[in-house]
Nanobody
Framework: QLQLVESGGGLVQPGGSLRLSCAAS????????IGWFRQAPGKEREGVSC????????NYTDSVKGRFTISRNNAKNTVYLQMNSLKPEDTAVYYC??????????????????????WGQGTQVTVSS
């Protein structure tokens, strides 16, 4: 029963902000890298951001750099994605995922969806006026 549950999505105006949360149950996140992915209708699932197991290293796709911030609180078994200056192009279902293989490194996380072992059910983010 290793589960990830996303929350915090919703409808927001362009330029607004949301904070997504990814809570783990059945396991601890201390030894897992975590990624955030998103998928819009008719499009491929793309990596948005990732964070290494200890939080030392982070990556962002170019389209969200300077606007999104990933963080983790291992004591709370939760990872966050702060999204600011949201654009209509950010509209998608957002998923968090846990990677056991690269979790042993505090200096690496993968932006590739095929590297991840466990996935949440997703939360809808809609940016519209």
């Amino acid at each position: 029963q290793l589960q990830l549950v996303e929350s915090g999505g919703g409808l927001v105006q362009p330029g607004g902000s949301l904070r997504l949360s990814c809570a783990a149950s059945g396991f601890t996140l201390d030894y897992y890298a975590i990624g955030w992915f998103r998928q819009a209708p008719g499009k491929e699932r793309e990596g948005v951001s990732c964070i290494s197991s200890g939080g030392r290293s982070t990556n962002y796709t170019d389209s969200v750099k300077g606007r999104f911030t990933i963080s983790r609180n291992n004591a709370k078994n939760t990872v966050y994605l702060q999204m600011n200056s949201l654009k209509p192009e950010d509209t998608a279902v957002y998923y968090c995922a846990a990677d056991e293989y690269y979790g042993g490194s505090n200096y690496f996380c993968s932006m590739g969806r095929y590297d991840y072992d466990y996935w949440g059910q997703g939360t809808q983010v809609t940016v519209s006026s």
